[in-house]
């Protein structure tokens, strides 16, 4: 227990550390994310979050780990503006997002890039139209899909089963699909909730790998798991929730149950 | 914008394609409301057509006494023509009187026989009066009625077609409220069965919504192919009940043609074809603009 707290203590040296060096542009590896005593209550009057502080600098990978309805959904629907928080602020890039206007926030969430556990693929559209639609929806050129899409698929390892419809494929594959989509703006933050929650371990092992190639490209991860092996497996900086409270924060700690 | 437009309308005809039996009932129920709403306005105008027809013919004859003479008829004449509410006046002399009725009743040989019989001239001299409007016939006739000449005048005529005018007035008048009643209940109806169509659209679209939402789709990309879905409707409603229309107006035509002789129905129609179907899509397109708008408002997060 003492370990831990002073694992903590670290993390917050270390955020310190950061904070001046956002101070200097030229390092490009400032605080993207920044919850500053966040509290979310739902309308049914269940508390999700409690006063949560924490800092995510660019380029992290962190866990949030913790049972069911422990907060860590919460945290990311907060991020992507899919729900306001109830009280404290919420920073993205440096810009408080409840100052953000209701039409730009289809410009927010095209900073970043979700996955979820059940895929959310369109059942009667190719791997290929699936990703493309990201992009279409958004008013890109067909020629840019036409050039964008195969990228992102050769990159899940894909490229091949462009023209297959999701139902032919296996559930790690089509949560590639779904890694791809999310990936295909180029956002800055990928927000993965419980990618492997439907997967067997093998077809997990490689979603995180995917997440730690893609986290070395560097881009943001935010992964929301409950399972240990899975978070052990990226072996990064984890936050522990309980019950919508942080309990613990740890660098590159293994998590335990 | 353009790319916008262009992706959110095929997203919308494909919509409307894919639903086939919901797009056409909505679209039926659309003619239907349409439909009622142009036949009530053609009738309209074609009643307001025999009613200017029939009011052009209408007048009053004031008969005078034998013995006056052409200098006091004058003179009233004069005195009606001052009067506002008068559109025209016309003097018949007892000659030209005389003449008239052997024209009209040149074919009728005893009506001839007892006029020669009687020898003189058995008709007097009138003043034919005309209106601007058919309510003021009345004002006119107190008009006489209070001035000096009431001696000098036999009788006072009012034309027959005084009661045909109020009757059609009266007519006109019921089409407009039925009409506007029954415009009202259709329009009600089409708005909800759009509403309901949309709803269902906007059910079996919840996949790629929330996708569109994830991935950062602007609204009102996500709005537009169920505005346009609504549009689609009404526009194609109004062609169709447009086609509709004037095949009924082809059919009728002989039938009202009885009623109201010398006037071509078909060209009078065409005259208006513009204006009937501006009103048409207008009132189409609204429609279907306001049930998808209630759809979106309820059903639709973005």
């Known amino acids: 227990m003492k370990a831990k707290i002073n694992t903590t203590e670290d993390i917050s040296k270390k955020d310190i550390n950061k904070k001046e060096e956002t101070a200097d542009p030229e390092t490009g590896n400032g605080i993207i994310i920044e919850f500053d005593n966040v509290t979310k209550v739902f309308k049914d009057d269940s508390l999700a979050l409690e006063d949560a502080c924490f800092k995510i600098n660019a380029g992290d990978f962190v866990s949030f780990v913790g049972p069911s309805g422990a907060g860590k959904s919460t945290i990311l629907k907060l991020i992507s503006s899919e729900e306001a928080p109830t009280s404290g602020t919420i920073f993205f890039d440096g810009s408080p997002l409840n100052k953000i206007k209701r039409s730009k926030v289809p410009l927010h969430r095209r900073n970043i890039g979700t996955v979820f556990q059940d895929f959310k693929l369109l ?32 990159i899940v390892g894909l490229g091949d089963k462009m023209e297959k419809f999701p139902k032919q494929l296996s559930g790690g594959e089509q949560q590639k699909v779904a890694l791809a989509r999310a990936l295909i703006h180029k956002p800055i933050v990928i927000l993965a909730d419980e990618p ?62 | ?85 008068v559109k025209s006046v016309d003097y018949v002399s007892k000659e030209q009187a005389l003449e008239d009725f052997k024209n009209n009743n040149a074919d ?24 601007n409007n058919a309510e003021q016939y009345q ?16 009788r006072i005529n009012y034309g027959k077609n005084r009661e045909i005018i109020e009757k059609l007035n009266k007519i006109i008048a019921t089409i407009r409220k039925v009409g506007i009643t029954l415009s009202l209940i259709f329009a009600a109806i089409a708005i909800l069965v759009i509403f309901n169509t949309i709803r269902i659209t906007i059910y079996t679209h919840r996949h790629e919504i929330e996708i569109m939402r994830l991935v950062g789709a602007s609204n009102s990309y996500i709005r537009l192919p169920f505005a346009f879905e609504g549009i689609i409707y009404g526009l194609a409603a109004s062609l169709i009940s447009m086609v509709i229309l004037f095949i009924t107006i082809k059919f009728m035509t002989p039938y009202v043609s009885a009623v109201v002789p010398s006037e071509n129905l078909i060209a009078f129609y065409s005259s208006h074809f513009w204006k009937i179907f501006g009103i048409q899509v207008l009132v189409g397109s609204f429609l279907g603009i306001s049930g998808s708008w209630i759809a979106m408002r309820r059903y639709l997060k973005v």
């Open chain 1, 123 to 154: 059942g009667k559209k190719t791997v290929f139209e699936n990703v493309a639609y990201a992009l279409e929806v958004c008013g890109a050129p067909a020629s840019e899909i036409k050039e964008s899409v195969p990228q992102i698929l050769d």
């Open chain 2, 139 to 154: 004002n006119v006739v107190d008009y006489i009625d209070k001035s000096d000449f009431k001696g000098d005048i036999g």
């Open chain 2, 1 to 85: 914008m353009f790319l916008t437009i262009k992706r959110t309308f095929k997203e919308a005809i494909s919509n409307f394609f894919r639903n086939g039996w919901l797009s056409l009932a909505t679209v039926s129920i659309l003619i239907l409301s349409l439909y009622v709403v142009s036949v009530i306005y053609v009738v309209t105008l074609t009643v307001d057509g025999v009613l200017k027809n029939v009011q052009e013919k209408v007048n009053i004859s004031i008969y005078f006494k034998p013995d006056v003479a052409e200098a006091k008829i004058t003179e009233m004449e004069k005195y009606l023509r001052s009067y506002m509410a």
């Open chain 1, 196 to 257: 492997t929650g439907n997967l067997d371990s093998a077809s997990s092992v490689e979603i995180v790998d995917l997440l730690l190639k893609i986290n070395e490209l560097g881009t943001t991860i935010l992964l929301a798991s409950h399972d240990k092996e899975i978070v052990n497996k990226a072996s990064r900086r984890v936050i522990c929730l309980d019950k919508g409270k942080i309990v613990g924060d740890l660098a590159k700690s293994k998590y335990k149950m």
């Open chain 2, 108 to 131: 009728e040989p005893i009506i001839m026989q007892s006029l020669q019989e009687i020898g003189e001239n058995p008709l007097q001299a009138s003043l034919v009066v005309k209106a």
